[in-house]
């Protein structure tokens, strides 16, 4: 299960079953901000529906309950890929200055390539 806020509810409500995810990481620790890993860690494929529910599920900080929820199989990689080593063969980075830019606004829909490329990467 991965899930959003109301605010974000737009971006996941276009997620349909069967879509794939890449799963990024920033941080090595969830509620702490070092180390810095930066790293897409695995995919996932939508198995399911949104759903809007209010009860906590998540240890997560502040009292944000993340109501927007899709189900999700998650298939994690052994070794995480760090962003930086394939930042310019990625098509949905590069239009951006900086780019953490482009992991800020998340969920983000992507190139089917740029998720072959990655999913290639985490898989080999």
Known sequence: ????????????NVMEPG?????YISTQYVRKALPRISQ???????VGNIVLENTNIWNARGPE????RVP?????AK??????????????????RKWSIAFLLTPREISALDFEKIQRLLFS
Not at 1 to 12: C, E, H, N, P, V
Not at 40 to 46: A, D, L, P, Q, R
Not at 65 to 68: E, F, L, N, Q, R
């Open 79 to 96: 070794e995480g890929v760090p962003v930086r080593a394939v930042l310019a063969d990625l098509d949905f980075v590069t239009k951006y």
């Open 19 to 23: 879509d794939k995810l890449v799963f």
């Open 65 to 68: 309950v993340y109501p927007v």
């Open 40 to 46: 897409f860690k695995g995919i996932g494929t939508v």
């Open 1 to 12: 299960m991965i899930g959003g806020t109301l605010s974000k509810l737009r971006m996941y």
């Open 72 to 76: 999700v199989s998650i298939q994690p």
